[in-house]
């Protein structure tokens, strides 16, 4: 852990630094309380200084929610200037925006979350908050982070006040569970593993048939994330799933939510970028990759995001030699992407071509979720056509 160090009360202090989205200390920090301005606060972390809260907790928040409403306009004003000059341009041009805009909405979303991730707090040894009217946050950020330190070894930490809260959010998703209709039962998604809030996809797979031939199948999970895909493969008959991911997070979210639906001996979970260990085969092989080429920023975004569509090339390229002979590749992919000019369907349809597969099916939904109708999203356009799909796919010749 990074180690940090500020000056307050004339005296030189000092705690750890680990953020989860790999952000680097700020070059300063200034202790803050009740009395700032929250315009002064925006000049400070807008040129790169810390600012570690002393005040009232609730107080913090009211300033986070002050600097984010003026982040959003700042940010909306670029967005009307920029719309107001690319009115009167053609068609073509606008397709090719697509996913300039995207490039942008994603760039100033991570400007605004550096701006506010910069207000910070103070997390004692034992994972307490010594501020006013602060919350008991110890159940969740062992859950985050691990078990404290024991009683008088360990220092404390510096965290940003939206990863706290992100931290208490998480948890409670993780007390309470998701329902996921297609199991008529709960997943619990843990802290830093990407939720299966899109239920669509989840349904794709519910309503797939085993490939023809096949009844009780041997089936792998590649980027199980919960495990919501290996569960629902085993109670649906599969003889075992080997559900893999490289978070180890993940994998112990997964472990935990297949013990707790009751399939924990029909469903194996193991650390591995990708492929299992063993040689083995599979009847199915399953994979819900990141739909959106791009970098991650954190554990989180490794669900959403993958760099040049790594994970795709590569389930695509190697899936023939981990098939039995009837067995299918089954492929969850949106295509937002296509939609924002970020991949095209042609050079999809080439890889697959050129990994020795076929398609054998293709079954499609429309997604659910509120940010496909909501017109004032910047992207609104492009999730309003999304389509997600569950590719089946064969080695050629089997």
């Known amino acids: 852990m990074t180690a940090v160090t500020w ?37 400070l972390a807008r040129a790169g200084t ?35 000059r690319s009115s009167n341009t053609s068609n073509v041009s606008r397709g090719v925006e697509t996913g300039d805009l995207f490039h942008a909405n994603r760039l100033a979303r991570s400007q605004r979350a550096a701006v506010l991730g910069r207000i910070l707090i103070e997390l004692e040894p034992d994972h307490t908050i010594r501020l006013r009217r602060a919350p008991d946050v110890r159940e969740a950020c062992e859950h985050a982070y ?81 495990g919501v895909l290996a569960v629902l493969l085993a109670r649906r008959g599969a003889t075992e ?5 490289i978070n180890p997070r993940a994998v112990r979210c997964a472990v935990d939510n297949a013990d707790r639906l009751g399939v924990a001996d029909r469903v194996r979970v193991e650390e591995a ?8 085969r599979a ?13 991650p920023t954190s554990a989180l975004e490794q669900g959403i995001y993958d760099p040049k569509s790594d994970m795709v090339h590569r389930y695509l390229g190697e899936l023939a030699q981990h098939l039995t002979p009837r067995g299918e590749g089954w492929l969850i992919l949106s295509d937002l992407a296509e939609l924002l000019g970020l991949r095209t369907r042609e050079e999809f349809l080439q890889r697959i071509t050129d990994a020795g597969l076929t398609v054998v099916g293709r079954h499609e939904t429309t997604p659910r979720h509120p940010r496909a109708t909501d017109d004032a999203d910047p992207l609104h356009a492009a999730r309003a ?14």
Request: aromatic share 6%; glycine share 10%; net charge negative.
């Open 50 to 84: 810390g600012l570690l809260w002393r005040g009232d907790y609730h107080n913090a928040r009211q300033l986070l929610r002050a600097l984010d409403r003026r982040l959003e306009k700042q940010a909306s004003r670029r967005a009307s200037r920029k719309a107001s």
């Open 146 to 226: 691990g078990p404290p330190a024991d009683e008088g070894a360990g220092e404390s930490m510096l965290v940003s006040l939206p990863e706290i809260l992100g931290v208490i959010s998480a948890f409670e998703w993780h007390r309470k569970g998701i329902e996921v209709s297609a199991l008529a039962g709960r997943i619990h998604p843990a802290y830093g593993v990407f939720a299966p809030t899109r239920d669509e996809y989840i349904d794709l797979v519910a309503e797939a048939a085993w490939p023809p031939g096949v009844d009780r199948p041997m089936v792998f999970d590649l980027g199980t994330g919960t």
């Open 241 to 245: 799933v080997v559900a893999t991911d």
């Open 7 to 43: 000056i307050e009360d004339g005296t030189e202090r000092r705690a750890g630094w680990r953020p989860e989205n790999g952000a680097t200390p700020p070059r300063e920090i200034v202790v803050i309380d009740d009395d700032i301005a929250a315009d002064s606060a925006l000049r």
């Open 283 to 295: 009847d199915v092989v399953v994979c819900n990759p990141p739909w959106i080429p791009g970098r």
């Open 385 to 398: 056509g999304e389509r997600t799909m569950l590719w089946r796919l064969a080695a050629r010749g089997s």
């Open 273 to 280: 970028d990708l492929w299992p260990a063993a040689p083995e």
